[in-house]
């Protein structure tokens, strides 16, 4: 079992930045670990992955060079910094880990945490 704690969500104006913190303990043994969004009446979708091992990076269009995915694997803390926020940007964020290798499916994820409410005002 894994155990995912996200933290750094909050209130920012658009054009700022944040910086999301997700804590792994448990059997940490995974592939990707991955940030997903669910925006207020809108279905989860993917935002960033990386893998544990060589820190193969994938991102969602979207958020492209504007949102960098990073690993402390002696920590087992994924984070996710987040540049230049739109209001569109407005979500709960979850951080998940999977066993396999699709890294940009939020169906092949086996574990989430519970979710950091991230909100952009115009």
């Known amino acids: 079992q894994v155990q995912l704690v996200e933290s750094g969500g909050g209130l920012v104006q658009a054009g700022g930045s944040l910086r999301l913190s997700c804590a792994a303990s448990g059997r940490t043994f995974s592939t990707y670990m991955g940030w997903f969004r669910q925006p207020p009446g809108k279905e989860r979708e993917f935002v960033a992955a990386i893998s544990w091992s060589g820190g193969r990076t994938h991102y969602a269009d979207s958020v492209k060079g504007r949102f960098a995915i990073s690993r402390d694997a002696v920590k087992n803390t994924v984070y996710l910094q987040m540049n230049s926020l739109k209001p569109e940007d407005t979500a709960v964020y979850y951080c998940?880990?999977?066993?396999?290798?699709?890294?940009?499916?939020?169906?092949?994820?086996?574990?989430w945490g519970q979710g950091t409410q991230v909100t952009v005002s115009s």
């Open positions: 998940a880990a999977e066993k396999g290798f699709s890294p940009t499916n939020v169906n092949a994820y086996d574990y």
